[in-house]
């Protein structure tokens, strides 16, 4: 079975700094997708950003992008020039390539506070 | 476009009640599924919907009901409320179909509390 597992339950970073967001996931698959999802306080779900597994190229954003060693089974998330507005709770999810299912695995969220 | 709009926003339930929360999307998604979200526990699946007419369980099933006459809606029955179903409940809706990275578009919550 597959799962997501998301290590930093809570970070904080400087406004206009960097800071990486970790997701490590297990999967026998080859083929899937994975998404980056932002909860701010507003309790709204967003999507950030997303990556298919059989794309060498990292998913960028804006100022969000991603480091996708698919070997290593790691999914980054990194957030640049960090704002305000990017507090909020991030999770991590896996999709597989499976035909009309579409139940996501979900990592446990990580807390990010921007502190001005 | 309204995208997944979902009804109530908040609701207060006594043991024992029943109640319907309204799910409904207007970008022809055939997949729709209902999560909760729980502090420490992340979002869980309770049911979803490949179709109109089709509907299947998730993680945490027990206690609700769900149906899917259209492809527009997917309401949510608590049956008998219960403390352990105080959560905040999600509907969320996308594209499906083999090689389809369609992400899930969310409503924006029910903060149910059951007392």
């Known amino acids: 079975a597959q799962t997501v597992t998301q290590s930093q339950p809570e970070m904080s970073v400087q406004e206009a700094e960097t800071v990486t967001l970790s997701c490590t996931y297990d999967?026998?698959?080859?083929?899937?997708?994975l998404f980056w999802y932002k909860q701010p306080p507003s309790r709204q779900m967003i999507l950030v950003i997303r990556?298919?597994?059989?794309k060498q190229q990292n998913a960028t954003e804006n100022r969000f992008s991603v480091n996708f060693q698919k070997a290593a089974k790691s999914f980054s998330l990194k957030i640049s020039d960090s704002q305000l507005g990017d507090t909020a709770m991030y999770f991590c999810a896996f999709l597989r390539n499976a035909g009309n299912n579409r139940k996501l695995i979900w990592g446990l969220g990580t807390s990010l506070g921007v502190n001005p | 476009n309204a995208g997944v709009t979902q009804t109530p926003k908040f609701q207060v339930l006594k043991t024992g009640q029943s109640m319907t929360l309204q799910c409904a999307q207007d970008m022809n998604h055939e997949y729709m599924s209902w999560y909760r979200q729980d502090p420490g526990m992340g979002l869980r699946l309770i049911h979803y919907s490949v179709g109109a007419g089709i509907t299947d369980q998730g993680e945490v099933p027990n206690g609700y009901n769900v149906s899917r006459s259209t492809t527009e809606d997917f309401p949510l029955r608590l049956l008998s409320a219960a403390p352990s179903q105080t959560s905040v409940y999600f509907c969320?809706?996308?594209?499906?179909?083999?090689?389809?990275?369609?992400?899930?578009?969310f409503g924006n919550g029910t903060r149910l509390t059951v007392t």
């Open positions: 990556q298919e597994a059989y």
């Open positions: 999967t026998s698959e080859n083929n899937y997708y």
């Open positions: 969320a809706s996308s594209y499906s179909g083999q090689g389809s990275n369609s992400p899930l578009h």
